[in-house]
């Protein structure tokens, strides 16, 4: 089964997201900011991160730079869970090793077209 990191600060996303990927039969952990999300992957990498931008004590840019520098950082799939909608902002997701974008809020059918669109599922 695969694995994904659901990392925001809202318990709220959190909780729905994770609902979201169990019936899309994916196994999830949870993670309130970057520096917990980094800790989670240096134990075991998931498959899949889903990474809000704004969280504090390490937001989501700056914790998908040190992922990617890490042994097996460039592994995950990265998608970006944000209401962030600037270009810029999402070119800066990219430059930093991110594999898709979505904006807040989505469903269940937005979720697995992202995810088959990244070969996921």
């Not at 134990?43 to 004590?57: F, K, N």
């Not at 902002?89 to 697995?112: L, T, W, Y």
């Amino acid at each position: 089964m695969k694995t994904c990191l659901i990392v925001d600060d809202s318990k709220l996303v959190r909780s729905i997201t994770s609902k979201i990927l169990v019936d899309l039969e994916l196994q999830t952990q949870e993670a309130e900011n970057g520096q917990l999300a980094l800790e989670q992957c240096r134990e075991s990498m998931p498959d899949l991160i889903l990474m809000d931008w704004h969280m504090p004590v390490m937001n989501g840019l700056e914790c998908l730079q040190q992922l990617r520098s890490m042994p097996g950082g460039d592994g995950p799939i990265v998608v970006f869970c944000t209401s962030e909608n600037e270009i810029d902002k999402i070119s800066q997701a990219v430059n930093a090793g991110a594999n898709e974008f979505i904006m807040k809020p989505f469903d269940s059918e937005i979720m697995r077209s992202k995810l088959e669109s990244v070969g996921l599922l």
